[in-house]
């Protein structure tokens, strides 16, 4: 062969040996068996022929290089039982260069030989000496994490793949089957299925994490095919997620939960991330295997999950994790009653890993997320569904959900679920081990999306100081859905000059936006040149709406939409219409699933509806209008009367159910009834005709139920539909009285005090202190302001002549949920024993995190003690100071206060002027001292303990097990 030749051929080169033992690398060198690794300083008989081995040549890997074991002190059992001793692939000192490699030194050393030195064959020998190096640096590198592999439990997850280097995967995998090519050759076998296994698991995650990557990488705001996506790495925006307590069923209407939920401060409640999901909490004792995470329609349940599976998928978090399994309930939902084993479960939705067996899970971590458990249509019957433990076993979908999550099937998998929080008691609390709540946005998050989403800054912040100046907009920014639809509307208004009114109520915000996609159809589908098209179409939306709103659905499929005259051969018509407004998206078998992009515009689109057919005919047909809302046949209320009469049976529906279900319904339906949101109308080619209607007599209305006896939410509710009318004249009247000084308890009226609670609630200036001295010193107008409490962590009620009367409104706050209140002040009001123990109901509350009670010169006796010590046994974690001085409570209420001391968090006790002698003296410096306690502060100034009292008590500071710093 001639030297041009093996040149242009490019995969072959001849090299003699060199005098120093170095060897050629296209070349595999063979040690004897009996060869010393000094051979490397000894000269080899040069070869008598040419070689050339092809790279693609079997001839080129067979046989593999045997390496001889140097040092004699490495142990035996590294190479098994084979008389000669070879280096394992497991050892570090195989492994860690030079060791391995310390011939490749000598070679990079000397030039290539080439027999000729002309131009090209220089800078060739250049290439091949460049190549050489960075050949055996990689090998190096991958020995190293093979040998890493081989040395370490499998389970372990190796190191991520770091971003941007995908391209060298095939290279990668190449040394891993070379690795196990000659590890077959050394009759290594148990290194060989070891890494053969690695190398099986390591290919199913990479490609599991690819395709999740794919997924999860694009969000699409409020839509699932149209619109073009956007990045969600780049406008992401941290969720507040905290940790939610108990789980327990709350069915307020969720936009209620969202107003109750803005009003308070954030507390010193615990806040999780949502790549820490399982990451166990301080105080929490075991691992957690099942977190239930709650949070209503729109807030971003979905987006956590989707930016926590995109984050293992791209290496950045949760990296000890082998498989992520996000799977959607309305999926899970098309599969019936086929019955299926979890391993083709898995499969059928992750088809990516068809062929890696179910039993191997066992031996790693795996997480299944199960997303929207409030729409899941299964059964979920925890208690009737049989037993199963079996992974082989074939049995329905829901029979394998409840068992995997009671833990019978897979227990060492861990297991997510997110819900709406009316859906979390499908669950057993006790296959819970954490239950988190998502927050949405908090007041920076809501402005860091904004500028987010936003490119123009100065936009931006314009758009943010608008949404400020409504406070019903800001309250709903804390959902994330509605963030983006104020966003898309606002970001339009604001670039058109030629538009002057921007909008700041709800109905209006909604109204645009439903403007705004249909003009967007309407450039689509430039062939709908008929008008009564889109309006039809919106009149079908919307009793789509209406139906299901009135069934509690948020989920439908095609038989719901032929139900309403939707043909859903033009679903995508549909879908074009409203874009961003009703969602079309496909789950298994491709089986389409509809649901609208949030809750809130479900009952927009529901109002609408009545709303316009209520003006295409004074008589609806009983197939539009005889829909009855649950118990209460609405639609024959409405009919032959005005629209105050059909304005009036809705403010009634709203205040009779119990938890606010029409509350944004009965919103919507009034704001529509405004004459600007009559003019939006024509864009939508929607002719509602003129009335003669004034919304006066509705607000008149209003005003008197605000008079009546209301709950706190019912009267917010009803303010805000005020908002939508655009009167404020309630809510002005108060603040004038408030900015004068002029406010007095006589003078208001009903209407009035409620007008008082609600500028208190949604007042900017937060209510993180509330001082009832700066309004009304009295019962009364402590239970009038009662929702205020509520909401603030420090209440001041000291010398505000309160009685007993007061206690159980009190105690109502500290078993809310989530109790915010951590500083209650009662001191000089005559609460006697009977206020004090209505009181005690509230701190036994396990969701009471009071910390600091002050009851000084409150009446308390000995019963009032009693009491106190059995609310503070069952919930003794919480409460850190106690204060009863100036209280006739005697010597035994106070040796069982001190008895309790060792098995609570009280750091600070005051006892002054309590009626305390000196022969409790010898029991509280017992029972100080015998074991150690939180007690930091001690006051038992102002009591009768004489000498031998305060030298028993000089005696405890000396004591080891006496932690009191302070000592009066």
Not at 536 to 550: E, H, P, T, V
Not at 936 to 945: A, P, R
């Amino acid at each position: 062969m001639s030297e041009s030749s093996e040149i242009k051929d490019n995969v072959t080169t001849s090299h003699e040996d060199k005098a120093d033992g170095s060897f050629s690398p296209t070349e595999p060198h063979m040690f004897k068996e009996s060869e010393s690794v000094e051979v490397h300083q000894q000269k080899r008989v040069a070869s008598p022929v040419l070689s050339c081995v092809s790279m693609k040549s079997g001839a080129s890997m067979d046989p593999p290089i045997k390496f001889q074991q140097e040092d004699p002190s490495l142990p035996a059992d590294w190479i098994g039982s084979t008389a000669n001793t070879r280096v394992s692939v497991q050892s570090n000192w195989s492994m860690d260069p030079p060791t391995n490699f310390h011939m490749a030194d000598s070679v990079l050393e000397q030039p290539v030989e080439l027999h000729t030195q002309s131009p090209r064959k220089t800078q060739m020998a250049a290439i091949l000496r460049q190549l050489q190096r960075n050949v055996i640096t990689f090998v190096k590198k991958e020995l190293r994490k093979i040998n890493s592999v081989l040395d370490s439990d499998l389970t372990e997850c190796t190191e991520s793949q770091p971003e941007g280097e995908e391209d060298g995967l095939e290279a990668k995998e190449a040394a891993v089957k070379i690795t196990l090519h000659i590890l077959k050759s050394m009759k290594e076998q148990s290194l060989f299925d070891k890494l053969l296994k690695f190398h099986q698991i390591d290919a199913y995650q990479k490609k599991l994490k690819s395709s999740l990557k794919n997924r999860s990488q694009c969000v699409f705001e409020g839509i699932a095919k149209q619109g073009n996506p956007s990045l969600l790495k780049k406008i992401y925006t941290e969720l507040y997620i905290t940790e939610g307590g108990s789980g327990e069923v709350n069915n307020e209407h969720e936009v209620r939960q969202i107003e109750t939920t803005s009003w308070k401060p954030e507390t010193q409640e615990t806040q999780i991330k949502c790549n820490d999901i399982f990451k166990v909490l301080p105080g929490q004792n075991k691992p957690l295997r099942t977190v239930l995470t709650k949070g209503v329609a729109g807030i971003g349940k979905t987006v956590s999950v989707q930016k926590f599976v995109l984050d293992w998928a791209e290496g950045k978090a949760n990296q000890d994790v082998h498989f992520v399994f996000p799977l959607l309930f309305r999926e899970l939902n098309l599969i019936g009653k086929e019955e299926y084993t979890l391993e083709k479960l898995v499969h059928l939705f992750f088809r990516e890993i068809e062929g890696f067996k179910l039993s191997n899970f066992e031996k790693y971590k795996v997480i299944f997320i199960f997303d929207g458990l409030d729409e899941c249509r299964l059964p979920l019957d925890f208690r009737a569904n049989v037993r199963c433990s079996d992974i082989t076993e074939a049995v329905s979908v829901d029979v394998l959900l409840t068992n995997l999550i009671k833990g019978n099937l897979l227990p060492s998998a861990l297991i997510w679920i997110t819900s709406r929080p009316a859906a979390t008691s499908q669950i057993p609390p006790e296959c819970v081990d954490q239950v988190t709540e998502v927050r949405g946005f908090n007041d920076p998050q809501k402005a860091e999306y904004f500028r987010k989403r936003i490119p123009d800054q100065s936009l931006a912040n314009q758009i943010i100081t608008h949404i400020k100046s409504s406070r019903s907009l800001y309250i709903m920014c804390h959902i994330p859905v509605f963030c983006w639809i104020s966003a898309t509307v606002l970001e339009k208004m604001f670039g058109d000059k030629e538009i002057s009114h921007i909008p700041k109520s709800l109905t209006e915000m909604y109204t645009h936006f439903l403007i705004f996609q249909t003009l967007q159809m309407k450039d689509k589908y430039r062939d709908l040149s008929d008008p009564h098209l889109t309006r039809d179409n919106i009149l079908s939306l919307g009793k789509l709406a209406f139906q299901q709103l009135r069934k509690g659905f948020v989920i439908f499929y095609e038989e719901d939409l032929a139900e309403c005259g939707i043909d859903v051969k033009d679903a995508s018509l549909y879908s074009g219409l409203c874009t961003q407004i009703f969602r079309e998206e496909f789950g298994l078998y491709q089986r389409k699933v509809y649901c609208f992009v949030h809750l809130s515009f479900q009952e927009y689109l529901a109002a609408l509806f009545v709303h316009l057919q209520w003006f295409t005919t004074q008589k609806p047909s009983s197939d539009e209008f005889n829909i009855p809302f649950q118990d209460t046949d609405f639609g024959k209320l409405c009919m032959d009367s005005s629209l105050f009469d059909l304005h009036k049976s809705a403010v009634n529906q709203a205040l009779e159910s119990r938890n606010g279900h029409f509350d944004l319904f009965l919103r919507f339906l009034l704001g529509l009834s405004q004459e600007r949101n009559e003019t939006l109308f024509r864009h939508l080619s929607v002719q509602i005709g003129h009335t003669e209607h004034s919304s006066e007599d509705t607000v008149k209305y209003i005003k008197d139920k605000l008079g009546t006896s209301l709950s706190s939410e019912r009267s917010i509710n009803l303010f805000h539909c005020l908002n939508e009318l655009n009167d404020h004249s309630l809510v002005k009247e108060i603040q004038t009285f408030l900015h004068s000084g002029r406010l007095s308890m006589e003078v208001l009226s009903n209407a009035q005090w409620s007008a008082l609670v609600f500028v208190l609630l949604t007042s900017d200036e937060g209510l993180e202190i509330f001082d009832l001295r700066k309004f009304f010193k009295s019962d009364d107008c402590l239970l009038k302001l009662h929702p205020v409490v509520k909401v603030c962590q420090t209440a001041i009620l000291s010398s505000c002549k309160l009685t007993k009367k007061s206690c159980p409104a009190l105690a109502s706050v500290l078993e809310s949920n989530p109790s915010v209140l951590r500083e209650l002040d009662l001191s000089f009001n005559d609460l006697e024993d009977r206020g004090v123990k209505s009181l005690c109901s509230g701190l036994r509350s396990p969701h009471c995190k009071l910390e600091t009670l002050k009851l000084e010169f409150c009446g308390l006796r000995r019963d009032s003690c009693s009491a106190l010590v059995a609310a503070l046994k069952s919930n003794p974690s919480h409460l850190k100071e106690l204060d009863l001085s100036c209280n006739n409570i005697g010597n035994e209420a106070a040796t069982w206060l001190v008895g309790l001391l060792p098995d609570c968090g009280l750091e600070t006790l005051r006892l002054s002027s309590c009626g305390i002698t000196k022969e409790a003296c010898a029991f509280l410096t017992s029972a100080l001292s015998s074991k150690p306690c939180q007690l930091k502060k001690l006051d038992l100034s102002d009591n009768k303990l004489w000498d031998l009292g305060v030298g028993l008590f000089s005696g405890l500071l000396a004591n080891p097990n006496c932690n009191i710093e302070e000592l009066r």
